[in-house]
């Protein structure tokens, strides 16, 4: 399984970006998809998840900043952040997770870097 993030980059604080992750339309359409990051020194942490019905959870920090948003027919989900500080550099990681019944395994994409300058 892959899943290919991009989107990452270098910006101002303030500023947005918007990450993209794509995969195979058989995963995609049976998965709910998340967005991880990990800062340096950090461990990796949930940003936001969204269900196969387009329901979204976010953790506190990003509410309100951060929009989740999936594409069925693209096989893509997206993050848009927004209003971004520095506290959210990291590498940046989309995350399929199908149902159990489904027999097939979480996968992750390759990470794409997120710098937010101060």
């Known amino acids: 399984v892959q899943l290919q993030a991009s989107g990452g980059g270098l910006v101002q604080a303030g500023g947005s970006l918007r990450l993209s992750c794509t995969t195979s339309g058989y995963i995609f359409s049976l998965s709910a998809m998340g967005w991880y990051r990990q800062a340096p020194g950090k461990q990796r942490e949930l940003v936001a998840a969204?269900?196969?019905?387009?329901?979204?959870n976010y953790t506190e920090s990003v509410k309100g900043r951060f929009t989740a948003s999936r594409d069925n027919a693209k096989n893509t989900v997206y993050l848009q952040m927004n209003s971004l500080k520095p506290e959210d550099t990291g590498v940046y990681y989309c995350?399929?997770?199908?149902?159990?019944?489904?027999?097939?395994?979480?996968?992750w994409g390759q990470g794409t870097l997120v710098t937010v300058s101060s």
């Open positions: 995350n399929s997770e199908p149902p159990a019944w489904s027999g097939l395994v979480p996968a």
């Open positions: 969204i269900s196969r019905g387009g329901r979204s």
